[in-house]
């Protein structure tokens, strides 16, 4: 038996692109026979509905309403729900983190300010992980592609927030070139979505009692398998229209010539 997880969800209490509430998620991926999901709202600089001169612990407290309503009607009606968060950097990256929850976001507001390789390092040594969401998604509001070699311990190759599958395709080739793990998840923003479009997520062969067991699934490479629905079918010609950049683990701009970097993989 394999359980199944959704990794990447948005509600409306805190994200501003989601139209359904925490709760109102759980009884769809009940019937669609998911095990549980992990609530990502849109963290600090990403497209977060909250707003940014609300005091600290406010802040916090608000931004995990949609976890916390989530949580309380999966735990009335038997799906587990856990935390995480979507943070983005510079409008164009997207990195899901794993593993702390809100007393420590509460102890902690230099978040707010971190970079890259800061929420990397810290991240870690908090017991966490950190997995980049969409690394190839190209739409009009993304000036770069930036490819986070070094401060990622997993990348996101299937995701159903975007509609172009060779974006899937250059991810999961990506994930391959620098040897990590994969995962895959819905992006989804509004309930009804469950129910009209296709689902995704990662496959565990056991049961997750809490956050942590997922974050060891990804540091140990242990997933399962991913749901993909055939999408990293996909045997198009994939191509990136904006400009890449390639950085390191202290989030340094080592190339800008991926094609080169990664073509033994990408094409």
């Not at 963290?43 to 407290?61: H, I, K, M, Q, T």
């Not at 997922?214 to 490479?221: C, E, S």
Request: with cysteine; charged share 25%.
């Amino acid at each position: 038996m394999a359980y199944l997880y959704e990794t990447h969800l948005h509600t409306a209490e805190a994200s501003r692109c989601s139209v359904s509430g925490g709760a109102d998620y759980i009884a769809g991926y009940i019937e669609k026979g998911y095990s549980g999901i992990i609530v990502t709202d849109h963290f600090f600089n990403g497209n977060c509905s909250l707003s940014r001169r609300l005091p600290w612990e406010e802040w916090v407290n608000r931004f995990c309403l949609g976890y916390e309503n989530a949580k309380k009607e999966g735990d009335r009606r038997g799906l587990d729900v856990f935390f995480g968060w979507e943070e983005t950097f510079d409008g164009c990256d997207d990195y899901l983190v794993y593993g702390l929850d809100k007393q420590w976001l509460l102890k902690h507001p230099e978040v707010r300010n971190w970079t890259r390789g800061e929420m990397y390092r810290v991240v870690r040594e908090e017991g966490g992980c950190v997995v980049q969401a969409h690394p190839f998604r190209q739409r009009y509001y993304i000036s770069r592609v930036i490819l986070s070699t070094g401060c990622v311990d997993a990348v996101e190759a299937v995701n159903g927030g975007h509609d172009d599958e060779a974006f899937d395709v250059l991810a999961n080739r990506y994930a391959q070139a620098i040897g990590k793990p994969v995962i895959a998840g819905t992006d989804i923003h509004d309930a009804s979505f469950i129910y009209s479009k296709k689902l995704f997520g990662i496959y565990s062969k056991n049961k997750l009692n809490g956050i942590e067991d997922f974050v060891n699934l990804i540091l140990n490479n242990n997933i399962a398998g991913i749901k993909t629905d055939g999408r990293l079918n996909y045997n198009g010609y994939e191509t990136v229209g904006i400009p890449v950049e390639i950085r390191d683990k202290y989030d340094r701009i080592t190339s800008s010539n991926w094609k080169e970097n990664f073509k033994e993989y990408v094409f």
